[in-house]
């Protein structure tokens, strides 16, 4: 049966032996929200080899910033000369006010 990709994600990966939703994200520049956002069927916490995941690959000059304590999207989108709505829409995050420490968020030199 055709696997029907959504039309943001780059291609399909098919997780190998070993492969967790984690490194799966640093091999291709993003986050294991990202992906789930695009794999919503998908138990994050049991992924097993041979198993079809959506990819939204980041660019290659993309970086992963990871939240701080009192950090805002405010802040982070002035540190990296980009916009609060462009850091909403690439994370595609549904609750912006909703950023906490630790959280992982996809910058790119296209959004700076």
């Known amino acids: 049966m055709p696997i029907l ?56 000059e993309a970086i992963i910033y990871t939240v701080k304590q009192g950090d805002t999207l405010y802040s982070i989108a002035r540190r990296y000369g980009t916009s609060v709505e462009n850091l909403i829409k690439f994370n595609y995050l549904a609750t912006p006010e909703l950023i906490y420490v630790g959280q992982q968020l996809v910058v790119t030199a296209s959004l700076r």
């Not at 399909?12 to 990202?34: H, Q, W």
């Not at 956002?37 to 959506?54: D, R, V």
């Open 5 to 60: 990709m959504p039309a943001l994600c780059s291609f399909v990966y098919i997780v190998e032996y070993g492969d967790t939703l984690y490194s799966i994200a640093r091999k291709f520049n993003t986050t294991v929200p990202i992906i789930l956002h695009f794999n919503p069927n998908i138990n994050p916490n049991i992924i097993y080899p041979g198993q079809a995941i959506f990819i939204a690959e980041s660019p290659p």
